[in-house]
């Protein structure tokens, strides 16, 4: 498809707000699958394959959905070639820094920050969805798995949140 150069300057003004909208959201997927030295990396890998496949979003959800799938994605493959290089040391240095934090929640960003911590990485892509008010149909399409399986994710993650920070 050819696009005029009008077309081609609308579709990067939207490309534009979408990421600038939703530059929190992209900003954790990358802080949950990479370490700090791979983050940019990471986050511009992201973007590439955003602006890759954003001519081609057919709206069939919604674009935070689709901005969710895309990320993921492009986060595990990331991830996947990258394995090699991590270090089982940055995995204990990380452990060490979350419990040093754990005793300086002061507000609850950070208790929330602290609690995704202890979640797995689909848990917390669930949660962090959850909170944004997408669907769980949606998550269900971003995951791969079914609605209900995504209910009782939450279901579970609800209850572990409430006996670590509310003691019920």
């Known amino acids: 498809m050819h696009l005029t150069k009008c077309e081609k300057s609308q579709l990067h003004k939207e490309f534009d707000s979408v990421i600038e909208n939703n530059q929190g959201r992209i900003r954790h997927i990358v802080s949950r699958y990479c370490t700090p030295e791979e983050f940019e990396d990471m986050y511009?890998?992201?973007?590439?394959?955003?602006?890759?496949?954003?001519?081609?979003?057919?709206?069939?959800?919604?674009?935070?959905?689709?901005?969710?799938?895309?990320?993921?994605?492009?986060?595990?493959?990331?991830?996947?070639?990258?394995?090699?290089?991590?270090?089982?040391?940055?995995?204990?240095s990380n452990l060490n820094i979350q419990d040093e934090q754990q005793g300086q929640e002061s507000c609850q960003a950070d208790i929330l920050t602290n609690f995704m911590k202890t979640l797995g990485d689909i848990d917390a892509n669930v949660l962090m969805m959850y909170l944004d008010g997408i669907t769980s149909e949606g998550m269900a399409e971003v995951i791969g798995i079914k609605a209900s399986a995504v209910r009782a994710r939450l279901k579970r993650i609800k209850q572990s949140y409430q006996q670590q920070y509310i003691g019920e």
């Open 44 to 92: 511009q890998e992201i973007l590439l394959q955003l602006w890759r496949s954003f001519d081609s979003f057919k709206n069939h959800s919604s674009r935070e959905t689709w901005l969710y799938k895309v990320a993921l994605n492009t986060a595990c493959t990331f991830v996947s070639k990258n394995i090699k290089n991590r270090a089982l040391d940055d995995t204990l």
